[in-house]
């Protein structure tokens, strides 16, 4: 062989081992990263608590017979009742917490509209006890609106002493009575 043959043969060796080195690509599969993993799983967990809340407030609706001002009207046990002291239409702090709770449960359905009843107990005028219900009511909106559940989702009314939960004559059924109550208004 003579030196030509060598040097071109050992040019060829290089090109040919060069070419087989850039071609030989390794295929590299991406993950995603651990953090956008666990972003998705929240997402879906938070679309499952959702859906069950959901499925959960469907259940515990009751229609009510009597319709309402602005519609059917339902019940349910997932908006609590906050109740008031004699004579009085501040928002206690424990009944506070209860509107924290009936906040949060709005917010989850941004669509539902609701009505806040204020009653009294059966002491006092027929018009006494429908204006306190009314300031038991519009207490009850504006603290709700604090929360941030807008004021045109939440209507008010007062039914005064005419509609008492417990009829009894005593201060434990007087106690029961003076309450603002929330219902959901359906169009």
């Not at 295929?27 to 995603?32: H, N, S």
């Not at 609706?61 to 001002?69: D, S």
Request: hydrophobic share 35%; glycine share 6%; charged share 35%.
């Amino acid at each position: 062989m003579s030196k030509k043959s060598i040097v071109i043969f050992t040019i060829l060796f290089i090109c040919f081992g060069l070419m087989m080195w850039g071609c030989a690509k390794k295929t590299v599969l991406k993950e995603e990263p651990s953090v956008q993993k666990e972003e998705a799983v929240k997402k879906e967990e938070a679309a499952k608590k959702e859906e069950a809340a959901k499925k959960e407030f469907e259940k515990s609706l009751v229609a009510k017979e009597t319709p309402g001002i602005q519609g059917q009207i339902f019940e349910s046990p997932l908006l609590k009742d906050i109740h008031f002291d004699f004579d009085k239409y501040d928002i206690r702090p424990e009944d506070a917490a209860t509107l924290r709770e009936n906040a949060a449960f709005l917010k989850r359905s941004p669509s539902m509209k609701i009505q806040v009843e204020g009653h009294c107990d059966e002491r006092g005028t027929t018009e006494y006890n429908l204006a306190l219900g009314e300031r038991r009511a519009n207490a009850t909106k504006k603290y709700l609106v604090s929360l941030g559940i807008p004021s045109d989702r939440i209507s008010t009314i007062s039914y005064g002493k005419e509609r008492p939960l417990d009829p009894g004559h005593n201060e434990e059924a007087w106690a029961k009575n003076r309450r603002a109550h929330t219902i959901i208004i359906s169009k």
